[in-house]
């Protein structure tokens, strides 16, 4: 029997869709599982060990993070130590989350803050801390200081892997400065608002910027007289001309 299975039932493609796929596997799974002892840690270390065996290089950059939702004691601890002590070289990084009031001790042994854990049964010494534990409980209160405390040490763990493998950060990605577009939620208010240049905001703009010269012409006495147009071509109300005449 063995105590690492897929969620989802499916042991050739365990993945799940996103967080809420997640949550529907582990739904599903309570129809057909019994939640029960003893809680074996050593062998789902290693099926992630085995996912994190994957190349990496300079232009390969991959990590995995496996997470351990636990409410009671680790029944295999010298093998779980094993197993953390050869996932230590590999790009790979354990979340432990404690739920319950369980005594967590242990746990806190498993994250080795104090130095680097060491396998008593085959003597071998993590290349680097690799674990973080939470009690839930603790933080049960306030989600973005439990957030906070899961992921404090992740970023640390990521860049002393990629360090250890000589591989730096590769450049991020190129913005054309053309594909940019800004919306009127990003220019915020009391900004003008931009039009696309055509040829009629052309015209309109130099309208504003040359205002129509008025038009010249004499009446029939031969006087000058100056009729101003606005820029549709109409007379003002005041100066129409009277169609009946004199």
């Known amino acids: ?62 990590y995995h993070v496996l997470l351990l939702l636990t409410d009671g004691l680790v029944n295999d601890m010298d093998k779980t130590v094993e197993e953390i002590c050869r996932a230590s070289t590999l790009p790979l990084s354990i979340i432990i989350v404690g739920v319950g009031n369980a005594d967590f001790s242990k746990m806190d042994f498993l994250d080795s803050d104090d130095g680097k854990l ?48 000589g591989i730096s950060p590769n450049p991020g990605p190129v913005v054309d400065v053309n594909d940019i577009q800004i919306t009127e939620g990003a220019m915020g208010s009391g900004l003008p608002d931009f039009q696309p240049f055509n040829q009629g905001s052309q015209q309109q703009g130099q309208q504003q910027m040359y205002p129509q010269q008025p038009q010249q012409s004499y009446n029939q006495q031969g006087q000058y007289q100056q009729q101003n147009y606005n820029h549709q071509g109409q007379y003002p109300p005041q100066q129409q001309p009277n169609p009946y005449g004199q």
């Open 1 to 62: 029997m063995s105590h690492c299975f897929a969620l989802n039932g499916n042991a050739n493609d365990p993945s799940c869709d996103g967080i809420q796929g997640i949550v529907s596997a582990y739904e599903q799974a309570l129809h057909s599982v019994q939640l029960y002892g003893p809680t074996f840690f050593s062998e789902i270390i290693r099926k992630a060990s085995d996912l994190a065996s994957g190349y990496v290089s300079q232009d390969v950059q991959q």
């Open 118 to 165: 060491r396998s008593n049964s085959t003597g071998r010494v993590a290349q680097r801390d690799i674990v973080q534990f939470v009690p839930f409980n603790r933080f049960k209160d306030n989600p973005e200081a439990f957030a906070n405390t899961v992921l404090a040490e992740l970023p640390r763990q990521v860049e002393e892997f990629f360090r250890t493998q």
